[in-house]
């Protein structure tokens, strides 16, 4: 399951947004290996870290009996390339492939 949350605070909004959103949590499914009943949650929220630029993107992946796990990626949601994507995803990456 993918669930997308959108603050409007970011760059983009409405399908393009969307787009970007489900794309991101599509990759970190596929990069993390997920099975359907795992929930990812990609959601851009304010960041008041100047590094930033006003928002950041947060990754959640929720599994059954594992606490919900969280990445972030300190840029808005537009902006997150793969790469980017997949460096915050390592430490993740790691903990799931260990049943963490």
Same mark, same amino acid.
Request: proline residues 5%; contains cysteine.
């Given at each position: 399951?993918?669930?997308?949350?959108?603050?409007?605070?970011?760059? /983009?909004?409405?399908?393009?947004?969307?787009?970007?959103?489900?794309?991101?949590?599509?990759?970190?499914?596929?990069?993390?290996?997920?099975?359907?009943?795992?929930?990812?949650?990609?959601?851009?929220?304010?960041?008041?870290?100047?590094?930033?630029?006003?928002?950041?993107?947060?990754?959640?992946?929720?599994?059954?009996?594992?606490?919900?796990?969280?990445?972030?990626?300190?840029?808005?949601?537009?902006?997150?390339?793969?790469?980017?994507?997949?460096?915050?995803?390592?430490?993740?990456?790691?903990?799931?492939?260990? /049943?963490?």
């Amino acid at each position: 399951m993918v669930r997308l949350f959108m603050r409007g605070r970011g760059e /983009g909004s409405g399908p393009q947004m969307r787009d970007a959103t489900r794309a991101l949590a599509d990759m970190a499914r596929r990069v993390l290996e997920l099975d359907e009943a795992a929930t990812v949650s990609v959601s851009e929220i304010a960041c008041g870290d100047p590094a930033c630029g006003g928002a950041e993107t947060v990754v959640l992946v929720m599994r059954a009996g594992h606490p919900t796990q969280a990445a972030k990626v300190l840029m808005p949601v537009a902006r997150v390339t793969e790469a980017d994507l997949l460096a915050a995803l390592q430490p993740l990456a790691q903990m799931v492939r260990t /049943g963490g």
